[in-house]
């Protein structure tokens, strides 16, 4: 008998046919449901290898129950849903999926800030709805994207894809960063400033911070009091880093005037949630990476993951 892999969702049969060759291989049998923790506990007790989605918590207590474990392979660039100090005391190596979904998940993150800031989503249900009486001056009128201040927060692989997108609508670039970037400078003419001074000066202010103990609750009724009434936020990191409550004042109290939002706190968000309720407010289910092109290219890279852990011990993208 090879080694038992554990994968925590149904993937298709093309992806896990290489792995199949090599090992044991069981998979949760659906697609669209989040395998309960008491039996994922017990599916990892003999195995060496777990493939993961962001819905799993993979923590003291799993690697507890799974004294045979090398790797994790996290279909996801974040890994928040990870202890990483546990998984290093385990002894089990963590890998995530960087780089591959960078392009698609810019493409989205953009895409939502043209369609909050031109109120596409509620146009499109104007007309379906059968409301559209006639053409009219202000008729569903929102706000310019081209030429105005696009401020990002978390200036990584997505960041500096998102300042590319936002060159090409002639935007003003403003970056709020661990440290400085200066590609991004030289290249986009990216301006770094502070926290502060981003959040006051954008017309659109973009999240895309990794969620960290620093980054949970970033986004407080105190910074969206900094922002002006016409910003837009967007959020397409993780929902801890935004008071939700918080977010939801600023928009009824006018402070700031829309959000497109990609991510939650709870995930999946109840439809009856007060944020889903705001015209102001449009609300995606977490697809900044759902193309299929990069969704296949993630879970090809899980596989390699696992597969040279076990081979020659070098995984292609291990969380350092
Ligand atoms: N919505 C989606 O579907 C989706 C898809 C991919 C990634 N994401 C999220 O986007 C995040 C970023 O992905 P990436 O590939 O660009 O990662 P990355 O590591 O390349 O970039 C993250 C950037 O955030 C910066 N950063 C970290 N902590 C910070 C802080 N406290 N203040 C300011 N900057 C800080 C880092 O220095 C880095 O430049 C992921 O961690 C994930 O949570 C969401
Ligand atoms: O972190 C990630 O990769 C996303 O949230 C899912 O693609």
């Not at 892999?5 to 998979?27: C, G, H, S, W």
Request: hydrophobic share 40%; proline share 4%; net charge negative.
């Amino acid at each position: 008998m090879g080694k038992k892999l554990f994968i925590t969702r149904k993937l298709p049969n093309e992806v896990i046919e290489p792995l199949q060759a090599k090992y044991d291989v069981e998979m949760w049998d659906k697609e669209d449901v989040v395998i309960p923790r008491h039996v994922l506990l017990e599916k990892v007790k003999d195995a060496e290898g777990l493939m993961t989605m962001l819905s799993e918590k993979v923590d003291e207590e799993l690697f507890q129950h799974a004294p045979k474990l090398k790797v994790v392979a996290n279909m996801a660039v974040g890994y928040d849903n990870i202890d990483i100090q546990a998984a290093e005391r385990a002894n089990v190596i963590i890998t995530n999926t960087p780089d591959v979904l960078t392009e698609s998940t810019a493409d989205l993150t953009f895409s939502l800030l043209l369609a909050t800031a031109r109120r596409m989503i509620e146009a499109a249900e104007y007309v379906k709805n059968n409301q559209w009486k006639s053409w009219s001056p202000l008729l569903l009128a929102g706000h310019d994207v081209h030429r105005k201040t696009i401020g990002i927060v978390g200036m990584g692989s997505i960041g500096e894809v998102v300042a590319k997108r936002a060159k090409g609508f002639d935007m003003h670039i403003l970056y709020y960063n661990r440290s400085r970037k200066k590609r991004a400078e030289e290249e986009l003419h990216a301006q770094y400033v502070s926290f502060e001074e981003l959040v006051s000066q954008s017309d659109f202010i973009v999240c895309l911070t990794p969620l960290t103990t620093e980054t949970k609750n970033l986004f407080t009724k105190e910074v969206f009091q900094q922002m002006k009434p016409s910003a837009i936020f967007v959020n397409a990191s993780r929902g801890p880093v935004v008071n939700e409550d918080d977010l939801y004042s600023a928009l009824v109290e006018g402070e700031i005037a829309g959000a497109g939002l990609d991510v939650f706190s709870e995930e999946p968000i109840s439809g009856e949630h007060p944020l889903l309720q705001l015209k102001q407010v449009v609300a995606l289910p977490h697809i900044g990476s759902a193309t299929t092109e990069t969704r296949y290219k993630m879970m090809e890279l899980c596989v390699q993951n696992i597969d040279r852990v076990f081979s020659d011990g070098t995984p292609l993208t291990p969380v350092k």
